[in-house]
């Protein structure tokens, strides 16, 4: 098993300004993943954060908008870049996936005001 | 990946069985059928998975046909706190060996218990 904490828990931002959400897994994994939950919608997978690499992101996320960084085998960030109303969601990040079990964070819910 | 079609919606009562059908017509030979519980303000976790006949663990059942086109996921004797989202996913096996894949959730099913 793993366990995931993410920071913070919840935010409310203006918009255009970013956001940068922290992942904490203990133990040390290869790939990470970062995902959005829109209110009252399912997951969505934004990007794979592999350590060492270049994040690989899924059609319709874009780095610049959402910059990933993944500097050890522990840890991971998120930033949501200039944001707007549209950006209120639910990041989650997880590690595993099919292939593995996935293990999930509580989640950081960012409100754009 | 195969897509999968769950009710948005189902209710029930204290103490019953609940079934939730999962359809994944397009299942590939070597998939293997996931369901996640999402609990509100927290991430899914895994319940159960499965890949043909009958699983089951402390938590729920799995039901599998031989067509492999659908799945039941079974809940016994639920209580007010298995009120949340229930997740059908289809993909490779855990522990299957080169590292994981990003998971493609489908839309869930909200199930809703009643005392």
């Known amino acids: 098993s793993a366990v995931i904490s993410q920071k913070p828990s919840r935010d409310i931002c203006q918009r255009g300004t970013s956001l940068t959400i922290q992942c904490q897994v203990d133990?040390?994994?290869?790939?990470m993943f970062w995902y959005r939950q829109q209110p009252g919608q399912s997951l969505t997978l934004i990007a794979t954060?592999?350590?060492?690499?270049?994040?690989?992101?899924e059609s319709g996320f874009v780095i610049d908008k959402f910059p990933i960084s993944r500097p050890n085998l522990t840890f991971s960030t998120l930033t949501v870049s200039n944001m707007s109303p549209e950006d209120s969601s639910i990041y989650l990040c997880?590690?595993?996936?099919?292939?593995?079990?996935?293990?999930f964070g509580q989640g950081t819910r960012l409100t754009v005001v | 990946l195969a897509k999968t079609t769950q009710p948005i919606s189902m209710d029930s009562y204290e103490g019953q069985e609940v079934n939730i059908t999962c359809s994944h017509n397009?299942?590939?030979?070597?998939?293997?059928i996931t369901w996640y519980q999402q609990f509100p303000s927290q991430g899914p976790r895994f319940i159960i998975q499965?890949?043909?006949t009958k699983v089951t663990n402390e938590v729920a059942s799995l039901f599998i046909p031989a067509d492999r086109k659908s799945s039941t996921l079974s809940l016994p004797r639920v209580s007010l706190s298995d009120t949340a989202v229930y997740y059908c996913?289809?993909?490779?096996?855990?522990?299957?060996?080169?590292?994981?894949?990003?998971?493609?959730f489908g839309k869930g099913t909200h199930l809703i218990i009643q005392p």
């Open positions: 954060a592999n350590q060492g690499s270049e994040a690989t992101y």
């Open positions: 996913l289809v993909g490779r096996r855990i522990n299957s060996g080169g590292g994981a894949d990003g998971l493609t």
């Open positions: 397009n299942i590939a030979t070597n998939d293997y």
């Open positions: 997880s590690v595993g996936g099919h292939g593995t079990e996935a293990f």
């Open positions: 133990s040390q994994v290869t790939m």
């Open positions: 499965g890949y043909k």
